[in-house]
């Protein structure tokens, strides 16, 4: 299996619901280091499994929504605790998205699999990976 | 598939005993930066995959027992080569041990794998990872 | 010159007053990684610049009071504009107070001089670096 | 299963060919960060996955090959496109036959997985991983 | 002191002449992550050292003279020996050359000082530091 | 002021004694991943700092002495405290001998300042930084 890995980062804030919480339940907030990593088994005719510069700018693109963003007045989020994990998968399905739309360009239908990582601090990450053509 | 990580490190001395090892096999040390992955299928109702929290102390206290010892002499480990990949499984099932007892809270018995990653340079690193509830 | 460097970090929500700062005129928030440097000319009779677990304590509660927190809130900051740069000079500042109570243990009298240094992504950073005995 | 890595790099020069490169159809170059993480699920008599001096020795010598070359001028890539992901796979491939002569001793037969990770930025990896017994 | 950091990165070919250069005198190549940091004694009225999404601006328009080119046919760089410390000079001077131009703002000219770093692999950097307002 | 940077590291035991260092008081161990920093004003003939390779050897030449030893037990720092910071200055004293051998050739008499760091986790690490023809 090859994979390409691709980075960048957003800055939000956000307040998390339930004891579990502690602390973050009040207004707090997180700069979210992004890797998405795009897997597949064959290279497509170029040697590549995606055009690496399409990647990032359609990660780019699904973090232009989240980017300096309070992500309790974001109404996509409404209603959710918007939790690493939880927004490692969300930025996950945006991407399948993307995909599925041709941002990355025909020859990324050849993606079978992807991660999702979020960083959040030297110590801590979340992430989210599954297949491309599950049932997201 | 979801996970989260938490990081820790331990500082300890060691000796490990075959010619395979080379000057190893003298008295030395190490720094283990510690990373471990919890992973699961689904979130809990709070949207995480365990309090992040409660996996990080549960760490610590496993960690704790190897922190600032000389591993020859701990009587858990007597007779066996502490290995970085040994330590990455020793790590993974005291973990596992932790999580049995409820030290992680009630919503980890959802973990199904981990990986324990120790990294002993910035050139050098051994892992374990496995189902939570395989033939530990 | 001898230093010490001790690391921890913070997650706070933000909002920056000024047309310069563009769309971190909204609330958003982030991730500080901290740094503290501590140097002085010359070790002190443990062989130290200062207590370490002693300068990892004083940081953390000089942290404690931004940790979790909408700045926007923080009386201490009211009518500041929280810069990183401003981050990094208010944590400076706390710490020099810390030593000067005592907190770092008598040998911290010794300290010359400081760096606070906050990365705020993998591309970002500011740092305020002074004289511990300055006009602070 | 357990697994250890070591890391090594390469300075290159190379040029890519197909419009889908943008600016990197010029001669250009790369340093690459290369992590070679060998797995398998028991560990050998002496505790460990693979002797790691030895598996540093082998990721040398297979990058030696590669090291302070254009390789657009290497005989062994000629008609290659050197993207990363094809790089990725030429290393595992190069370890691959390095077991099999024995470079890395009798017990790296065991081995049964491999995974090869080229960073060429802070911001850009790909990587290839495989079985070792597989049709390579 | 206060100072901002920005980061971006090059890749790059060339050779080095001299024999002190071993095996880089053949045509070769480096990623090199480069490292701006600018430095002033107070803030400016909005409480920043220099708007951080300029100097981020800045610092790729002076990169991208380099970026994705065979230094050996740069024009600007012929008869020079372009080692990573020569290169670290090169891009300061040019930076300097932006902030005398206002193309970082009005601000900028409050900035006293510089340090750009290229880290050319996980284990070897340069750097150059000096005064902006220096003889360049 | 030009620099360039080298990495090593080294894998040691040793014990600290003092109250102050708590648990460290017994026989454990460390990691140090070990950054040697060159400077001077204005480059050799050949563009450089110093010969980077020269420079690593030297290091690790420096380094040999401690690798995968119990400190207690080398002769050279009987009746020391082997703290972090002690370590970076033994190492910094070690390297100007080095220079004045003309180990690191003929140019290294250039250098006018070094910087030496030693990283002992991922959250701390100790340097000494001084003039090379300074009072050593």
Known sequence: MYSVTVRDHIMIAHSLK????????????????????????DLDPDGIVVDIGRAGEALREVLAGLNYQNLDDVPALA???TTTEFLARFVFDAVVAAIRRGDLGPGAVGVEQM??????????????????????
């Not at 991660?115 to 997201?136: C, M």
Request: no cysteine; aromatic share 6%; glycine share 12%.
């Open 18 to 41: 339930g004891p579990v919480f502690g602390p973050a339940q009040r207004l707090h907030g997180a700069t979210f280091i992004v890797d998405l990593e795009l897997k597949r088994s």
């Open 79 to 81: 209603g959710r605790n």
């Open 115 to 136: 991660r999702v990582t979020l960083q959040e601090s030297h110590v801590a990450a979340a992430a989210y990976e599954g297949l491309v053509n599950g049932p997201a």
